[in-house]
């Protein structure tokens, strides 16, 4: 069974940089579109960033600038790093490939 698992989250102050890894076990995802998700508090999970197999990648715009989403050549890691955060990107970040997810990091920017 191939399985996402999330590390690099945890607290900073407005304006510092996360840089979070989403390992597949069991497998690789070469052959999926792999993201990041986000859910705030209170909020519904949105979409953040996905790297397509052409390695091509899309952001939302409240992202577009700061973050950035790579992949290693096998697609048996992905990264999202994140620059210039704000209290806004708080939230619970997911990994997502195909049908997959995480199991979701805790990101708290505070001001």
């Known amino acids: 069974q191939v399985n996402l698992v999330e590390s690099g989250g945890g607290s900073v102050r407005a304006g510092a940089s996360l840089r979070l890894s989403c390992a597949a076990s069991g497998g690789t995802f070469s052959n999926y579109a792999m993201g990041w998700f986000r859910q705030a508090p209170g909020k519904e999970r949105e979409w953040v960033a996905t790297?397509?197999?052409?390695?091509?990648?899309i952001y939302t715009n409240a992202v577009k600038g700061r973050f950035t989403i790579s992949g290693d050549t096998g697609r048996t890691t992905i990264y999202l790093q994140m620059d210039s955060l704000q209290p806004e990107d708080t939230a619970v970040y997911y990994c997502?490939?195909?049908?997959?997810w995480g199991q979701g990091i805790q990101v708290t920017v505070s001001s």
């Open positions: 790297i397509l197999t052409s390695g091509a990648t």
């Open positions: 997502n490939a195909g049908s997959m």
